[in-house]
């Protein structure tokens, strides 16, 4: 195994906006004035089930058994105000199963019932398409010729399934997207200072990727899985250049005051949305 790599940056500063939630965003997706997008944190909100005794609350926006239906509808509703300036704007997610299934939404979509997938993408503008992490990889991909965009939840099982370059080649055959087109971020997850696996995940990676042993590496008795590093060698495998591909954020597991962990907290965790959209005509 190689040695540890250095831990991932820490992320930048978040920004509150007017009505209290705090987001990450793109450096230098602000030029595609087309475009929403963010990352959210855990400030803000009216969540406490998983909040400090101190705190006003939380931006739980995950349906989980410890936290209120109500209070994740009203998170969302800030979320969706926060970045496209109303709380209304229809936000599109799927009940997520770990897999490479990628759901294509068109001008009908805020109507479907939730359907099982990992990915979404869309052209269609107007609504907001939405990952839910807690310490999983949430990869948001943006055309920046055709105007379609993409949300994919990466795992270690979507990772080994490829979502990501699954996503790219349906983006491909759906909207005619081309990979030097594309630009995409890599958002808030379990980085390789904190992401603990067992040999059956080397075994995994390795039975897929030709160069998975470098995607591991041991810290004593530990052996540790970089997730980051494998999305992004999929969206250059994709054809994206690297100067294409963002990393925003850094690791859940080290960062428990910005984001919600699901190891870090022992199961019981809120969870984030990585959202992105289509601003209308």
Request: aromatic share 6%; proline share 9%.
């Amino acid at each position: 195994m190689p040695p540890a790599p250095h831990p991932p940056s820490l992320p930048a500063a978040p920004h509150p906006a007017p009505n209290g939630v705090s987001l990450l965003t793109v450096p230098g997706w602000e030029a595609l004035p087309w475009l929403w997008h963010a990352f959210s944190t855990r400030r803000g909100g009216v969540s406490v089930a998983y909040a400090a005794q101190e705190s006003s609350g939380e931006l739980n926006l995950g349906f989980t058994a410890d936290d209120s239906r109500e209070n994740v509808v009203r998170n969302r509703q800030l979320l969706a105000e926060a970045v496209t300036g109303d709380p209304a704007t229809p936000l599109v997610t799927v009940r997520q199963v770990h897999s490479a299934v990628i759901v294509t939404t068109g001008p009908d979509a805020p109507a479907q019932p939730a359907c099982e997938g990992d990915g979404l993408i869309t052209a269609q503008p107007g609504i907001l398409l939405g990952i839910q992490t807690a310490d999983c990889v949430p990869v948001l991909v943006a055309d920046r010729r055709r105007k379609a965009v993409a949300a994919f939840h990466a795992g270690w099982r979507g990772t080994v399934q490829r979502i990501v370059e699954h996503g790219i080649a349906r983006m491909a055959r759906e909207f005619g997207s081309q990979p030097q087109d594309l630009v995409a971020a890599i958002g808030p997850a379990i980085g390789p200072c904190c992401y603990t696996v067992g040999p059956d995940l080397l075994s995994a990676f390795q039975a897929q990727f030709d160069d998975a042993s470098s995607l591991f590496h041991t810290v004593g008795n530990d052996l540790r899985l970089d997730l980051h590093e494998a999305n992004r060698r999929q969206l250059l495998a994709a054809g994206l250049a690297p100067q294409a591909i963002a990393l925003v954020g850094g690791c859940t597991a080290c960062q428990p005051q910005l984001f919600f962990s699901h190891r870090a907290a022992h199961g019981r965790a809120g969870r984030m949305l990585s959202v992105i959209g289509i601003r209308p005509h």
